[in-house]
């Protein structure tokens, strides 16, 4: 039992290139969750789903993407990277109801 | 607006100095208020979960507690291992999202 994993680790991209980031969960939660945490300003919600194939925005939704073509896997996209999209960016996931959400470890984006 | 405030920002403790952290909210109903801890490098823990003013959690040395506005994280007789970044979370019931405060960073000196 994994929880959840997050694929890559780190990466480096140049401005405009496009990259997707992976996380896959092996809870059967329905929910998923795409956040970014930059310093001073704590983990705000890019995108988020409620189940299979359904995506929805959140409150810094601009210049990212997502798919959730299966319960285990939520794909962030950045088709053309900014500077300003240098974060830490991280996956979470929760079960029906009022459970809590569970974190990934992190991808470390750094757009020069 | 659903806002969610942390203070103080730094915390500096002797080991064994007890104390307490805030989170301050505003949020058109509250579903649920939830304390992580984050270490360096890493992601955010589960700690606990409140739902209705009055409510008391407890786990080792810390003890979250809830009131209508604000919630405590507090710490007895901390440890150098409680060293972390402790962060505050609220679900409103209108909705599936969560909204972060900025988080209080303890650092425990032996």
């Known amino acids: 039992n994994a929880g959840v994993t997050q694929t890559p680790k780190f990466r480096v991209l140049k401005t405009g290139q496009s990259m997707t980031l992976l996380c896959a969960q092996d809870?059967?939660?329905?929910?998923m969750y795409w956040y970014r945490q930059d310093p001073g300003m704590g983990l705000r919600l890019i995108h988020y789903s409620v189940g299979e194939g359904t995506t929805a925005k959140g409150e810094v939704p601009d210049g990212y993407n997502v798919s959730r073509l299966k319960k285990q896997n939520f794909l962030l996209g950045l088709e053309s990277a900014a500077p300003s999209q240098t974060s830490v960016y991280f996956c979470?996931?929760?079960?029906?109801?009022?459970?809590?959400?569970?974190f990934g470890p992190g991808t470390r984006l750094t757009v020069l | 607006e659903d806002q969610v405030t942390q203070s103080p920002e730094a915390l500096r403790l002797q080991e064994g100095e007890s104390s307490s952290l805030n989170c301050s909210y505003t949020?058109?109903?509250?579903?649920?208020l939830f304390w992580y801890r984050q270490d360096p490098g890493k992601g955010p823990e589960f700690l606990f979960t409140?739902?209705?003013a009055g409510e008391e959690k407890e786990k080792e040395r810390l003890k979250a507690t809830l009131t209508k506005k604000e919630s405590f994280l507090h710490i007895t007789a901390p440890k150098p291992e409680d060293s972390a970044t402790y962060l505050c979370a609220v679900q409103p019931n209108t909705g599936n999202q969560f909204y972060f405060g900025t988080g209080t960073s303890l650092t425990v000196i032996p």
């Open positions: 809870m059967n939660h329905e929910y």
């Open positions: 979470a996931s929760r079960g029906p109801g009022f459970d809590t959400q569970y």
């Open positions: 949020v058109s109903g509250l579903r649920g």
């Open positions: 409140l739902y209705s």
